[in-house]
């Protein structure tokens, strides 16, 4: 009997929308979040050292939980991150956009080698490390691609490393990275809010930068030629 009521009711609504006097999406809308339309990603990219799986996590672009973002379609959200298995370290940052419903990955290993088109001045591998680089090429990113009257949050979960190149604290370790960092800072730094987010506790964005970071670690790099030319710029 319950089961006829409510094919009653679904019959009446379908006929009064239909009708043009009801609107369905009005009955609905108060219990669904607007589901974020991310584009899907494929299984597997080309890399910048050829063919590259991606993690699972990369595969879908569509959050479980779509309320953990703040849906504004003038805001751009740029997550930061890094990583380190203790004999290699990496970066990864991931830009939503917002207003277009896009995702953009880029990630990278830390290098040491002062050589190499991704040297940034890290001396050592560190999760530190993995962070405050995830930070310089994020600022980078902001620096030559922001519109006006757009605005951008930079989300991270490394205190240490969001206060160190905001200079709220004195470096004592990785002092030409952090140079580095500071002078990205100088040139985007005034064209973001800075977000801390808990690092592991199943927010979208960050989980994301978390595991773009790992690839990074592993020597997977992603958006190579725009981080090539920001790291290039501050070596000079």
């Given at each position: ?15 009064l929308a239909a009708l043009g006097r009801l609107d369905v999406r009005s009955i609905y809308s108060f219990a669904l ?189 992603l958006g190579a030629a725009a981080c090539s030319r920001w ?6």
């Amino acid at each position: 009997m319950a089961l006829l009521r409510v094919f009653i009711m679904s019959m009446i609504v379908v006929a009064l929308a239909a009708l043009g006097r009801l609107d369905v999406r009005s009955i609905y809308s108060f219990a669904l979040p607007p589901l974020p339309k991310f584009k899907l990603r494929p299984t597997s990219v080309h890399g910048d050292q050829g063919s590259v799986v991606l993690p699972e996590l990369l595969r879908t672009s569509i959050p479980s939980s779509p309320t953990s973002i703040a849906w504004d379609p003038t805001c751009v959200t740029i997550s930061c991150d890094g990583s380190c298995d203790g004999t290699s370290s990496g970066w990864g940052f991931t830009v939503a956009k917002h207003d277009c419903l896009q995702l953009e990955d880029y990630c990278g290993p830390t290098t040491l080698d002062s050589s190499s088109f991704l040297f940034i001045g890290a001396d050592v591998h560190t999760n530190n490390v993995g962070e405050l680089s995830a930070i310089f090429f994020a600022l980078c990113w902001v620096a030559d691609y922001h519109v006006p009257g757009q605005s951008y949050v930079l989300e991270y979960d490394s205190v240490y490393a969001a206060q160190v190149v905001q200079r709220l604290s004195r470096a004592r370790l990785n002092l030409t990275l952090v140079l580095r960092a500071r002078s990205a800072f100088d040139s985007a730094g005034n064209l973001v809010d800075w977000q801390k987010v808990a690092a592991h506790r199943g927010h979208f964005l960050n989980e994301r930068a978390d595991t773009l970071a790992k690839l990074g670690a592993g020597g997977t790099s992603l958006g190579a030629a725009a981080c090539s030319r920001w790291a290039q710029r501050f070596r000079r």
